[in-house]
């Protein structure tokens, strides 16, 4: 099973800008790309909008997620997992988080932005109420 991540740092970016833009809300989205053996490639960050609208969970919007779906089928990406942020906690999946991670094959990145000025972002790969960090990329564009 693919324990790596990899995205480029535009990628990155824009999960950043998405979470801040969402504040204090927590904020969510999806990761399209392919599986390179052991690594997943990042090729498009999806935003979907959080539901719960509040800054201690998140539900994503079912709307929002069949359309990324889509726009994944559409340009040949596979679904690697997803990400959401953590607008005061750290970058670590709370007890809801792992009990709502029902996928172990995908990985699950959780962006601190405790530090406002330095964003803390971690992919976690979840069975049951067990999480272990995977190994995050991050490479030039
Ligand atoms: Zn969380």
Not at 42 to 68: G, R
Not at 70 to 79: F, H, L, Y
Not at 94 to 122: C, F, G, N, Q, T
Not at 131 to 141: A, F, G, N, P, Q
């Amino acid at each position: 099973m693919a324990k790596t991540v990899k995205m480029t740092q535009s990628q990155f970016a824009q999960i950043i800008a998405h979470a801040k833009a969402c504040l204090p809300e927590e904020a969510c989205g999806l990761l399209g790309g392919q599986i390179e053996g052991d690594t997943k490639v990042v090729t498009h960050i999806y935003n979907v909008e959080n539901i719960d609208h509040t800054n201690e969970h998140f539900s994503m919007s079912p709307k929002d997620q069949l359309a990324a779906v889509k726009k994944m089928r559409a340009a040949g990406e596979v679904p690697l997992g997803n990400w959401h942020s953590h607008p005061e906690t750290p970058s670590r999946p709370s007890d809801e988080d792992k009990r709502l991670a029902y996928d172990s094959k995908a990985s699950y990145l959780i962006l601190s932005l405790m530090d406002a000025d330095s964003p803390v972002l971690h992919a976690f790969h979840v069975e049951g109420d067990v999480s272990s960090r995977e190994t995050l990329i991050i490479v030039e564009d």
